[in-house]
Every structure is written in structure tokens, then in C-alpha cells.
């Protein structure tokens, strides 16, 4: 078995959890883009974040690989071992943000959220972002109370999406549209109320990003799920 001296397995723990960061950083940059995206009706900018999936995509490999490496070569035991697991599947949620991403830069190519109907798209996909920003903050510093907390806080945005699909629902009941609107009607909201569930599912993620931190920290699955 290849081993490396004690320092430099350090050093590889320490590269790890600022990769993780960096591509964190990286993912909430395209989710910026997006929610922006679908604000100003910039196309071109929608193009641009679904363009970057596929290097998002490529760097969650890359890092995956690295997980498995320090696992296979340095067999690494107790809070080690937690860390490497957590950082393993926190790169998973993380990825899955940036396809959230893009997701929600493909709707923004449809139909803009507020010509449909009154809800805070904006403001709920900020709710969200600033949700995962605070789960990697807590896993950069290991810190389990922050993990509690996004978990508490992940209510009000499942309330805000709730309240958000709702509105959409009432609004189309209420509305009369001309027979030829109905579709182009029907299409806007489906993509509306796809839009606020990506966002939920956002939000979804940051409290499984502060579960495993939680796990890595305290080795407390109390989040788990």
C-alpha cells in the first residue's frame, strides 16, 4: 500500500475541504446567474449557466475521484473518515445545486415567472441560495450549531415556496384567457411552478450539505435523511 508522511495527509484533508469550498463557490455563482437569468429576461445569460454545467460537472468528478483516493490509499479511521464521507456526498449535493442551476436558466429561456403571476421568484431563490452559501460556511468551519440552524431555517423557505404555489394555482383559476392563451397559459405556470419546486429542492440541499457536516463534526446523524 503507497502511503504518504503524516503532514502531507493532512495537507490532502485540508486541499479537500477548500476544493469543496471552490466548487461551492463556483455552483452558487451559476445559481446567481440563473435567478438573474429569469429576473431580466437575458437569454443569453441562461445560455451561458447551462454552457457551465458540464464544467461543474467535470470538477465534481475530479474531486469524487480524490475522495476515493484518500479513502483507498490512506484508509483513513473515526472523525477522518467521517470527513472524507461527508465531503464525498457534500460534493454530490453540490452538483446537484448546479443542475438546479440550470434548470432554472432553461425556465428562464420559456417564460419570465412574473408575467404569469404575483409571486417572489427573486426573492425565494435568494432565500435559497443564501441557505447553501451559510451550509458550506458551516462545513468550512466546522461549525454544528450553524448546521442546526439551516436546518430550522429550511421551514420558512419550504413555507415561501407553499405560499408561492398556491398563488400560481389561485391566479389560474381565477384567470379567463382567450381559448387560443390557454396553452401558452398552462405551459408558463407549469414552468412557474417548476421554478419555485427547483428552488425548494435548493434549499433541500443545504440541509443536507450542514446533515453531513453535522455527521462529520459530532458524528450526529440527527439530520440525516
Same mark, same amino acid.
Given at each position: 500500500?503507497?502511503?504518504?508522511?503524516?503532514?502531507?495527509?493532512?495537507?490532502?484533508?485540508?486541499?479537500?475541504?477548500?476544493?469543496?469550498?471552490?466548487?461551492? @463557490?463556483?455552483?452558487?455563482?451559476?445559481?446567481?446567474?440563473?435567478?438573474?437569468?429569469?429576473?431580466?429576461?437575458?437569454?443569453?445569460?441562461?445560455?451561458?449557466?447551462?454552457?457551465?454545467?458540464?464544467?461543474?460537472?467535470?470538477?465534481?468528478?475530479?474531486?469524487?475521484?480524490?475522495?476515493?483516493?484518500?479513502?483507498?490509499?490512506?484508509?483513513?479511521?473515526?472523525?477522518?473518515?467521517?470527513?472524507?464521507?461527508?465531503?464525498?456526498?457534500?460534493?454530490?449535493?453540490?452538483?446537484?445545486?448546479?443542475?438546479?442551476?440550470?434548470?432554472?436558466?432553461?425556465?428562464?429561456?420559456?417564460?419570465?415567472?412574473?408575467?404569469?403571476?404575483?409571486?417572489?421568484?427573486?426573492?425565494?431563490?435568494?432565500?435559497?441560495?443564501?441557505?447553501?452559501?451559510?451550509?458550506?460556511?458551516?462545513?468550512?468551519?466546522?461549525?454544528?450549531?450553524?448546521?442546526?440552524?439551516?436546518?430550522?431555517?429550511?421551514?420558512?423557505?419550504?413555507?415561501?415556496?407553499?405560499?408561492?404555489?398556491?398563488?400560481?394555482?389561485?391566479?389560474?383559476?381565477?384567470?379567463?384567457?382567450?381559448?387560443?392563451?390557454?396553452?401558452?397559459?398552462?405551459?408558463?405556470?407549469?414552468?412557474?411552478?417548476?421554478?419555485?419546486?427547483?428552488?425548494?429542492?435548493?434549499?433541500?440541499?443545504?440541509?443536507?450539505?450542514?446533515?453531513? @457536516?453535522?455527521?462529520? @463534526?459530532?458524528?450526529?446523524?440527527?439530520?440525516?435523511?
Amino acid at each position: 500500500m503507497i502511503t504518504v508522511p503524516r503532514e502531507d495527509y493532512r495537507d490532502s484533508l485540508d486541499e479537500l475541504r477548500a476544493d469543496v469550498e471552490s466548487m461551492g @463557490t463556483a455552483v452558487l455563482d451559476q445559481l446567481s446567474r440563473s435567478l438573474d437569468a429569469l429576473e431580466t429576461d437575458d437569454r443569453g445569460l441562461a445560455r451561458e449557466v447551462i454552457a457551465g454545467d458540464e464544467r461543474v460537472n467535470r470538477r465534481y468528478l475530479d474531486l469524487e475521484s480524490d475522495c476515493i483516493d484518500l479513502i483507498a490509499l490512506q484508509q483513513p479511521v473515526a472523525s477522518d473518515l467521517r470527513f472524507v464521507a461527508a465531503s464525498f456526498k457534500i460534493l454530490t449535493d453540490v452538483e446537484r445545486v448546479g443542475d438546479l442551476a440550470t434548470n432554472l436558466a432553461r425556465h428562464a429561456l420559456a417564460a419570465r415567472p412574473d408575467e404569469i403571476a404575483e409571486v417572489r421568484v427573486r426573492e425565494i431563490g435568494e432565500t435559497a441560495r443564501d441557505q447553501v452559501r451559510a451550509a458550506l460556511q458551516a462545513y468550512v468551519d466546522a461549525d454544528p450549531a450553524a448546521c442546526r440552524a439551516i436546518a430550522e431555517r429550511d421551514d420558512e423557505l419550504d413555507a415561501s415556496c407553499q405560499h408561492a404555489s398556491e398563488t400560481v394555482v389561485r391566479e389560474l383559476v381565477a384567470s379567463e384567457p382567450d381559448r387560443w392563451e390557454v396553452e401558452q397559459l398552462l405551459d408558463g405556470v407549469s414552468r412557474l411552478l417548476l421554478t419555485i419546486r427547483d428552488l425548494e429542492r435548493v434549499g433541500d440541499h443545504a440541509v443536507n450539505i450542514a446533515a453531513r @457536516t453535522l455527521y462529520a @463534526t459530532d458524528g450526529d446523524p440527527e439530520l440525516i435523511y
